[in-house]
């Protein structure tokens, strides 16, 4: 199945004291965490693709550029919103953005390649032989 250019996809968390920055060892506030934005990010654009994978693959992360544009407190409600925006073979391009229960909190780009998973972990750990 093709992956058509604007499909979109979410994903949704609550900051808790476990993805702050504090907690991530990205800084030292109870804020939530830059990595956890962009991990939010990569879940909301791997979740809208997942429909049109074939059996045995899945699509990892390549390239992320984002901006963290304000703080959000511990108890508040983060979500992730993508967008497809190029497909060229197995990689996929999309706008992603971040927000809280106050607005947005992120926004940039991000690549995924799609891969057949066995291979792919196969490959991955001949590197400790």
């Known amino acids: 199945m093709e992956i058509k250019i604007g499909t979109k996809g979410r994903s949704t968390g609550t900051v808790t004291e476990e993805n702050t920055a504090l907690a991530a060892g990205s800084g030292d506030l109870k804020v939530f965490a830059t990595p956890f934005m962009i991990a939010l990010m ?11 994978l074939d ?25 992730a919103e993508s967008q497809v ?14 927000f809280d229960e106050a607005g ?7 690549e995924r390649f799609i891969i057949s998973s066995d291979k792919f972990v196969k490959r991955v750990y001949e590197k400790l032989k």
């Open 42 to 52: 990569e879940n909301a654009a791997a979740n809208s693709i997942t429909s049109f």
């Open 55 to 79: 059996e045995g693959q899945s699509s990892v992360g390549t390239q992320i550029s984002v901006t963290h544009e304000a703080a959000t407190p511990v108890g508040m409600k983060v979500w």
């Open 85 to 98: 925006i190029a497909v060229d073979g197995r990689k996929v391009c999309f706008n992603v953005e971040a």
């Open 104 to 110: 947005k909190i992120g926004g940039g780009t991000h």
